[in-house]
């Protein structure tokens, strides 16, 4: 199975400072079939970008996924307060699907 | 509006069983692949199975493979998951979410969730 690994675990930024959240897969991911989530406290994961760079629907500009084949990029350019969560990255070019470890963002 | 309400979850002892409900609604069910997807408490998300828009196919990840059975009701809407044999290890919040195909896709939107704790 493809292993998915966020980079880093922690990220201490400001508001309206420039998220960049890495995820790296061990093995190529055709077709950019990959999706990033955020998970707040207490929350069930909502859809953030599929196909690595398109935006799901009701999603802020400010979310934009980039990347191919092993590495995937999400950038939030600038942090709103209501950012500051867990990210995951989820691959599902091959089964069974698998989710990366997360990426907790908190408020330096 | 496409919402997913999960419930059945609760306290069951090593080796007990537990059947989980996810009741849909807000979209065409019988169209759409749909998964569960579990999250162990302060960890992250791992898939546990999914079943095609008919039921016809099934798919598990091989550590609840025999354990586990995914079934739906189209005519109720309702997505299930038998779970048999619970371990220590399954203890988890457990998502239903609605896929694209059972073997690939993403999953939106996700249930609120229901918690399994196996403890004696």
């Known amino acids: 199975e493809i292993v998915l690994t966020q980079s880093p675990g922690t990220l201490s930024l400001s508001p309206g400072e420039r998220a960049t959240l890495s995820c790296r897969a061990s093995?190529?991911?055709?077709?950019?079939?990959l999706a990033w989530y955020q998970q707040k406290p207490g929350q069930a994961p909502s859809l953030l970008i599929y196909?690595?760079?398109s935006r799901a629907t009701g999603i802020p500009h400010r979310f934009s996924g980039s990347g191919s084949g092993t590495d995937f990029t999400l950038t939030i350019s600038r942090l709103e307060p209501e950012d500051f969560a867990v990210y995951y990255c989820?691959?599902?070019?091959?089964?069974?699907?698998?989710f990366g470890q997360g990426t907790k963002l908190e408020i330096k | 509006e496409v919402q997913l309400l999960e419930s059945g979850g609760g306290l069951v002892q090593p080796g007990g069983s537990l059947r989980l409900s996810c009741a849909a609604s807000?979209?065409?069910?019988?169209?759409?692949?749909m998964s569960w997807v579990r999250q162990a408490p302060g960890k992250g998300l791992e898939w546990v199975s999914a079943?095609?828009?008919?039921?016809?196919?099934?798919y598990y990840a091989d550590s609840v493979k025999g354990l586990f059975t995914i079934s739906r009701d189209n005519s109720k809407n309702t997505l299930y998951l038998q779970m048999n044999r619970l371990r220590a290890e399954d203890t988890a919040v457990y998502y239903c979410?609605?896929?694209?195909?059972?073997?690939?896709?993403?999953?939106?939107?996700w249930g609120q969730g229901t918690l399994v704790t196996v403890s004696s």
């Open positions: 079943i095609s828009g008919s039921g016809g196919s099934t």
């Open positions: 093995q190529s991911v055709s077709s950019s079939y």
């Open positions: 989820q691959q599902y070019d091959s089964s069974p699907v698998t």
């Open positions: 196909g690595a760079s």
């Open positions: 807000g979209f065409t069910f019988s169209s759409y692949a």
């Open positions: 979410a609605k896929g694209i195909t059972a073997q690939s896709g993403w999953f939106d939107p």
